[in-house]
Every structure is written in structure tokens, then in C-alpha cells.
């Protein structure tokens, strides 16, 4: 055989090889839910937040805020005097407490 056969023989095994071996890539669901994942994906925190929040619901797991707020003392205690005010107030930190099915003096 000549060189160009051999060539043209080679080429073909490659192409051959190339076009036979599949490329796959998995991502699994936890990776699509992980908030790192999420927010880098262009969604807010809030978003990311709430997925992370509603995967510990399902899996029975405390739930606790992701991206913790700084505020003051001033603020703080403004919301807290207004939520004891208005009961109708619904704070972003309430959201984030586990829901015991009894009754308690915290309730009160």
C-alpha cells in the first residue's frame, strides 16, 4: 500500500472512532438546585432562597436563611414593634421559622 492509502485509511478510523464515542455529560438535580448554581444562572437570591428553602421543606430539614439581611438595632426593633402592632404584618423573618402544629406562648 502507498502512502495515501494508508493515510486515507487512518483518517477514516479516526473519523470513524470520533463520530462513534458519545459525549455525555449528566447534571444531576441537586446541582441544578444548589443556590450557588442558581444564582450564577442569572436568578436573584430571592429565588434561590426560596428553592433552597422549599428542598428543606421536602427533605424535613430546619429551615434557615441563605443570605442573612444586615440591618441595625434601629430597624430591627422598628419591625419588631410593628409586627407586635399589626399581627398583619408579614416580615420576611417569619417566613424562615419552622411551623409547630401546637399552640405556645411564643404565639401569644
Not at 437570591?45 to 434601629?74: C, H, W
Amino acid at each position: 500500500m502507498d502512502a495515501m492509502n494508508v493515510r486515507a485509511i487512518i483518517l477514516s478510523l479516526f473519523l470513524s472512532v470520533m463520530t462513534v464515542v458519545p459525549v455525555s455529560a449528566t447534571v444531576a438535580v441537586e446541582q441544578f438546585t444548589d443556590p450557588e448554581f442558581v444564582v450564577n444562572q442569572g436568578y436573584s437570591q430571592l429565588t434561590a432562597e426560596d428553592v433552597f428553602m422549599s428542598k428543606s421543606r421536602a427533605a424535613g430539614k430546619p429551615i434557615e436563611p441563605l443570605y442573612p439581611q444586615n440591618q441595625n438595632a434601629l430597624v430591627r426593633g422598628w419591625k419588631a414593634f410593628w409586627g407586635y402592632i399589626d399581627p398583619a404584618h408579614d416580615e420576611v423573618d417569619r417566613i424562615h421559622h419552622n411551623i409547630k402544629p401546637s399552640a405556645s406562648f411564643s404565639d401569644l
